[in-house]
């Protein structure tokens, strides 16, 4: 028996019409037409330049860094700078609410402080009070003292740990001499208010006896940050102040 396979494969692929050229070019067409536009959105460029700043950002020892300065300049510029805080907050002048306008508390920030790039008003300061209340319900623990030299509404605040916000930046500012300039981008410049807070949390704040402060006398240096950028009347019903010197009378 002999088997025409010219007459198989003529008989298979009369079922089948044959596709038209232009539908073959079209659909070669979109295939690559996609291919060209979606093969970026599997990658990421990153420019040379870029890459050297990611590798020093992540080779930046900002332990290093505070170790350099903490001892030897930011403890002692910080009390040298410092103004009682009874003068600063006895200029202060708010409404029933605690709130004062931005334009007039910007004279005071450049007679008692300073003002950051980001328009902060951080102020160095100390003074001596009674503890009026305790508050470690929560981990960022506080304690509220009775301010000698001031009988105003503005309530003072001592951060006492565990943990001081993630954001405190206020020792970082107002030695003036740690500026974002001198860091490679803002990760690095993060990385050393991160460092600073952590000897704040180790050196000052965890020795103390949180259980027995109630109705003491405490003497602090310290330094506190009003937040002004995008606003024009400020929230001054308190004063929430990092303390890098902390001594139970």
């Given amino acids: ?72 300049r930011i403890i002692p510029t910080l009390t040298e700078k410092a103004v009682d805080l009874s003068v600063i907050l006895n200029k202060f002048e708010v ?3 605690g709130k004062a306008p931005k334009e007039k508390l910007t004279p005071i920030a450049k007679e008692f402080g300073l003002i950051t790039v980001g328009e902060a008003h951080v102020y160095a300061v100390k003074g001596i009070g009674e503890v009026i209340s305790v508050d470690t319900s929560k981990s960022i623990g506080t304690v509220e003292i009775k301010l000698e030299g001031y009988e105003g509404p503005i309530r003072v605040l001592l951060f006492i740990g565990p943990r001081i916000p993630s954001d405190e930046t206020s020792v970082r500012d107002v030695v ?22 952590k000897r704040v949390v180790g050196e000052i704040l965890q020795p103390i006896d949180k259980e027995n402060l109630m109705g003491k006398k405490v003497e602090f240096y310290g330094a506190y940050t009003i937040r002004t950028f995008n606003l024009i009347t400020i929230d001054l019903s308190q004063v929430s102040i990092v303390p890098v010197f902390l001594e139970i009378k």
């Fill in 95 to 97: 409404d029933p609410d």
């Fill in 176 to 197: 003036g001499f740690i500026s974002f300039g001198d860091f490679k981008d803002q990760t690095q410049y993060g990385k050393v208010a991160s460092e600073i807070n």
């Fill in 1 to 72: 028996m002999q088997f025409n396979v010219r007459y198989f494969e003529l008989s298979v692929w009369e079922g089948y019409p044959m596709k038209k050229p232009w539908i073959i070019t079209l659909t070669i067409f979109i295939f690559f037409g996609a291919g060209y536009f979606l093969w970026p959105l599997a990658f990421t460029v990153v420019p040379i330049e870029k890459v050297d700043e990611l590798i020093q950002s992540e080779s930046f020892d900002a332990i290093s860094y505070v170790d350099g300065f903490w001892s030897s």
